[in-house]
Antibody, heavy 121, light 111 residues
Framework: EVQLVESGGGLVQPGGSLRLSCAAS????????MHWVRQAPGKGLVWISR????????SYADSVKGRFTISRDNAKNTLYLQMSSLRAEDTAVYYC??????????????WGQGTLVTVSS | IVLTQSPLSLPVIPGEPASISCRST???????????LDWYLQKPGQSPRLLIY???NRASGVPDRFSGSGSGTDFTLKISRVEAEDVGVYYC?????????FGQGTKLEIK
């Protein structure tokens, strides 16, 4: 069974840092591109970042570029999101998402349960 | 790429049809002929779940009362007969290019 389990969320002061982790299981992690998507309380979904399967290529939303870093450890089947210079507007539930692409399908087929990050003094 | 959904709120009587529109500021039709437009449903208190990919392909396990259509910049998600379990927020998303973008979401509720 495919599972994505996020951890590392919590309360942090503005300007602070936090590292989120996403433990993957039930599939060959190193074969998949992975993404982070966030959702502010009561708001919609926002794509944040993605990383290719071997970690050599990354992409970010402008809102987090230069402050957030996505990475992965394929030996540990874990995806990370290092967040720094955090702002109140970064307060959100952060979802780890698997992107699955075959010859005939490409989609966000599995989502984690999310971890809440609250930026407040 | 900006995606605009309408309506943002959709009250529906069980058994009645429902339709959600998603319009893009740029074409989502790739040169391969694939429309890069997905639909996701986020039920209350849950993570989003894939419904439709490539504009019109139902994901595994999705009831056939859900259908997607459209091409280029205009897309529609239709539910032929709404059931109580369909309540939640529906999002369209474009994975054609980064940054991937989502529509604002359409909240479907039962009348």
């Amino acid at each position: 069974e495919v599972q994505l389990v996020e951890s590392g969320g919590g309360l942090v002061q503005p300007g602070g840092s936090l590292r989120l982790s996403c433990a993957a299981s039930g599939f060959t992690f190193s074969n998949y591109w992975m993404h982070w998507v966030r959702q502010a309380p009561g708001k919609g979904l926002v794509w944040i970042s993605r990383i290719n399967n071997d970690g050599s290529s990354t992409s970010y939303a402008d809102s987090v570029k230069g402050r957030f870093t996505i990475s992965r450890d394929n030996a540990k089947n874990t995806l990370y999101l290092q967040m720094s210079s955090l702002r109140a507007e970064d307060t959100a539930v952060y979802y780890c998402v698997r992107r699955s692409c075959t010859n005939s399908e490409c989609s966000f087929d599995y989502w984690g349960q999310g971890t809440l990050v609250t930026v407040s003094s | 790429i900006v995606l605009t959904q309408s309506p943002l709120s959709l009250p529906v009587i069980p058994g009645e049809p429902a339709s959600i529109s998603c319009r893009s500021t740029q074409t989502l039709l790739h040169s391969s002929g694939i429309n890069y437009l997905d639909w996701y449903l986020q039920k209350p208190g849950q993570s989003p779940r894939l419904l439709i990919y490539f504009g019109s392909n139902r994901a595994s396990g999705v009831p056939d009362r859900f259908s997607g259509s459209g091409s280029g910049t205009d897309f529609t998600l239709k539910i032929s007969r709404v059931e109580a379990e369909d309540v939640g927020v529906y999002y369209c998303m474009q994975p054609l290019q980064t940054p991937y973008t989502f529509g604002q979401g359409t909240k479907l509720e039962i009348k």
